[in-house]
């Protein structure tokens, strides 16, 4: 089928954020197509998530887009007529320094006042939560006992049918080359099955995302960030309900996944790039770690390995907004790594933002591109 000659919106991206921003304009009536170049929709980063929802964020606005987003994936089944997967096996994380500590005590502060059910642990707490962690030089943590994990191919497939029953295009394994404008903005998209005219763009290309604004001169100042885990072979000794635990220092953290374990740490020498192989180095360095952290471990062995990208914003807040010196243009992307679980929300304000002139349902304004070269970043601590 030949694509359409014209579309109110093309949105470039179709992992869970795309979709997300497709189905809640098709909801408002807005003829749009959804563009992947992938031969299926969330073949990026939403590929790679490690499945992770929670309310536990640093930052006002990240925890209202948890609150609304988390209410959504809660009722997926219900919305959208499949199961978001959603356990709520809560998120527990472990501080080994006084200035984390410290740091997190003030953040639940704020999320208590939003109505988080968040609370700080003691060791002798953390003990009995995860009776098989090595506590050694943990002085205390935090526990969110309705954080856990859900299902990110389910949450984009279950978008994506309700924005193409309302009447969006999905178009996959169709790439863009070039985006033109003219004196008025933006003017249509070219791609590798044609072109389309449309007045507005939505870029939802996550780690993809700078090359999308080079084709408009935009610099969009996001970076591509390799994260790797494994998933291991069956720990029967491990419960299917244990937290998702994270040692904040090192961001070494692990979660079951049935009957296994997801164990990964982040690579804070990791140096921007596209990068898809396994860093062997660093995953001997992820072993020999969770080893010590978790014990158990050593009965199990590496089932597969899992790669992807996260897109990297230089204060770890997408950017949420349009860009006035391309009018048309609009960016939902740069999550560094919350993408998945703040995709429902994205996809409204960010309805709101290209229908309405700014976002309603929660206040995004912050979280605009100009942020960056008038240096008002917004800091995310609770980044792992």
Not at 15 to 32: D, E, F, I, P
Not at 212 to 238: A, N
Request: glycine fraction near 10%.
């Amino acid at each position: 089928m030949s694509l359409p000659h014209h579309a109110d919106v093309v949105i470039i991206g179709g992992g869970c954020v795309g979709a997300s921003v497709a189905y809640h304009l098709a909801q408002r009536g807005v003829k749009n197509i959804l563009l992947e170049r992938e031969k299926f929709l969330g073949m990026g980063s939403t590929r790679a998530a490690a499945g992770g929802v929670r309310y536990q964020f640093s930052t006002r606005v990240n925890v209202q887009l948890s609150i609304y987003s988390l209410d959504i994936i809660q009722h997926f089944a219900e919305l959208f007529g499949i199961s978001a997967a959603y356990k709520p096996i809560g998120y527990l994380f472990l501080l080994s320094n006084e200035n984390h500590a410290r740091a997190f005590k003030q953040n639940l502060g704020l999320q208590q006042s939003l109505g988080v059910d968040a609370r700080w642990v003691s060791v002798e707490d953390i003990a009995r939560l995860a009776p098989r962690v090595n506590l050694d030089g943990i002085i205390g943590g935090t526990f969110g006992a309705r954080d856990g994990l859900a299902d990110p191919n389910s949450i984009t497939d279950g978008f994506a049918r309700a924005a193409a029953r309302f009447g969006a295009r999905i178009e996959t394994e169709t790439a863009v080359t070039n985006i033109s404008r003219d004196a008025r903005g933006i003017a249509s998209v070219t791609t590798t099955r044609g072109e389309i005219a449309t007045r507005t763009v939505v870029c939802c290309a996550g780690a993809w995302s700078a090359e999308i604004g080079k084709m408009l001169g935009v610099e969009i100042p996001i970076v591509p960030l390799r994260r790797q885990f494994f998933i291991t072979d069956p720990i029967p000794h491990i419960p299917r309900d244990h937290p998702f635990t994270i040692e904040f220092s090192t961001s070494f953290y692990f979660h079951p996944d049935g009957d296994a374990l997801v164990v990964g740490m982040s690579n804070h020498a990791e140096t921007p790039g596209y990068k898809f192989a396994v860093d062997e180095n660093f995953r001997a360095q992820t072993l020999a770690h969770a080893l010590t952290r978790v014990p158990a471990l050593a009965d199990a062995r590496i089932a597969h390995e899992i790669v992807g990208l996260y897109e990297a914003t230089p204060d770890a807040h997408p950017i949420l907004s349009g860009v006035k010196n391309a009018p048309g243009f609009f960016i939902a992307a740069g999550f560094s790594g919350h993408g998945f679980m703040h995709s429902p929300a994205t996809g409204k304000v960010m309805s709101e933002i290209i229908l309405d002139g700014r976002s309603k349902t929660i206040d995004v304004s912050m979280l605009d591109y100009d942020r960056f070269a008038e240096r008002r970043l917004i800091v995310e601590g609770n980044v792992v």
